[in-house]
T-cell receptor
Framework: KNEVEQSPQNLTAQEGEFITINCSYSVGISALHWLQQHPGGGIVSLFMLSSGKKKHGRLIATINIQEKHSSLHITASHPRDSAVYICAVRSDRGSTLGRLYFGRGTQLTVWP | EAGVAQSPRYKIIEKRQSVAFWCNPISGHATLYWYQQILGQGPKLLIQFQNNGVVDDSQLPKDRFSAERLKGVDSTLKIQPAKLEDSAVYLC??????????????FGPGTRLTVL
């Protein structure tokens, strides 16, 4: 079983729609990251969270530590948001301290 | 500021052949990571260097994979001999420091390896 589970695996939306991607994890963490990966492989960091909620432009990320769950929301989605969104958690345990565990990613496609 | 550089971007080899990937991290970044990302999956850490020392190589298949970072800057990852299941994107990332202190990881564009 993967330490990080994301849903949905694929998501298609019409421009302007509100989008939610979910992430659940099973290990102890010191932080959770949301990453964006465009075709060609490049990965960029969107958010790092250890509690609560963060907002950057049209992107909002929340985390519930007790429930081991995080969500990434995109308001007023746009075709340029089309990418793979990856949830990653940073382990706070023993020999794996600091290691990032990645989810499989959610492929988002936004149509005009 | 230049990002993490990787080469080649694409490589196609036959099984049992050898292949090497190169990574040049962001200047001044002490920590360097190699990840393997199989199609449809998230990246998996293969090895982490702090300067030229290995911090974590517990998930590196050491019978066929090797990596080095001799001068604490550039790094090479080698596969010898390659298997079909090694087909993946190999990502290099770097950060100022690692371990207990967190600094953001910056990723390179990756090398897409296809083993036939």
């Amino acid at each position: 079983k993967n330490e990080v589970e994301q849903s949905p695996q694929n998501l298609t939306a019409q421009e302007g729609e509100f989008i939610t991607i979910n992430c659940s994890y099973s290990v102890g963490i010191s932080a959770l990251h949301w990453l964006q990966q465009h075709p060609g492989g490049g990965i960029v960091s969107l958010f790092m969270l250890s509690s609560g909620k963060k907002k950057h432009g049209r992107l909002i990320a929340t985390i519930n530590i007790q429930e081991k769950h995080s969500s990434l929301h995109i308001t007023a989605s746009h075709p340029r948001d089309s990418a793979v969104y990856i949830c990653a958690v940073r382990s706070d345990r023993g020999s794996t301290l600091g290691r990032l565990y990645f989810g499989r990613g959610t492929q988002l496609t936004v149509w005009p | 500021e230049a990002g993490v550089a990787q080469s080649p971007r694409y490589k196609i080899i036959e099984k049992r052949q050898s292949v090497a990937f190169w990574c040049n991290p962001i200047s001044g970044h002490a920590t360097l990571y190699w990840y393997q990302q199989i199609l449809g999956q998230g990246p998996k850490l293969l090895i982490q260097f702090q300067n030229n020392g290995v911090v974590d190589d517990s998930q590196l298949p050491k019978d066929r994979f090797s990596a080095e970072r001799l001068k604490g800057v550039d790094s090479t990852l080698k596969i010898q001999p390659a298997k079909l299941e090694d087909s993946a994107v190999y990502l290099c990332a770097s950060s100022l420091v690692g371990g207990r202190s967190y600094n953001e990881q910056f990723f390179g564009p990756g090398t897409r390896l296809t083993v036939l």
